[in-house]
Structure formats: structure tokens, C-alpha cells
């Protein structure tokens, strides 16, 4: 997958957690845990694109690393959400799912980084 394709799905990561935030009912429980989402789940594209600029594989890899833990950070919120919004589940599910393929990507690539960096260093 290349970055383009990432860098627009991690937006549309953001930008669907941003519409089910609007569509909660008001309560403390959603006020605090939609706030701290907000924030983790709009880094992850944030970090991403940093990521896409870095000055050096080691800086690339340290983005990388931001990212993974601002989307398992969201899909825990997306996970306290759901337990006290049962009638959102079925979107809740759905950014769940997307947060979880994002993840399964930039770990992957972090391990693939990581082993090209190894090699790299073997063979000089």
C-alpha cells in the first residue's frame, strides 16, 4: 500500500470517528472518553503524514511507533464507548475494524523496517 492510500485512509479513520462522536448522546462517559479520542484517533493521520516526511529511518520508524500507539490508544476509547452506547455498535464496530486493519499495517511495517535495517547493517 503506498503512502498516498494510507495517508487518506488514516484522514477517513479520523473523519468517521468524528461523525460517530457527533452522533453520541450527551453524558460525562461520552463527554470524557469522546474527548480523548478525538485527540488519539485525529494523531494517528497527524503522525502518519509526519511520518511521510521524516529525515531518516530512524525518525521514520519513531513516527511509525507514535501511530501504532495513538490507534491502539483509539481503539481502546471506541472500546469503553461501546460498552455504554450499545445502539452505536454497529459503527462503532465498523471504525473498530478499520483501526484494527491500520494497525496490522503499520506493524508491519515497522517489522519490515526493522529487518531491513538489520540486514542493512549485516551486510556493511
Partial sequence: MNSEILKARTK???????KLIIDLPFN?????YSNQLVRCSSSVGANYRAACRAKST????NK???VEEELDESMFFLELLEEFNISLKEIIQKNLKEGNELLAIIVSSIITIRKNEQNRKLAL
Avoid at 460525562?28 to 470524557?32: A, R, S, T, V, Y
Fill in 64 to 66: 511509525l511507533k507514535i
Fill in 28 to 32: 460525562i462517559l461520552n463527554k470524557n
Fill in 12 to 18: 477517513a479513520y479520523s473523519i468517521s470517528i468524528g
Fill in 58 to 61: 530512524g525518525d521514520f520508524l
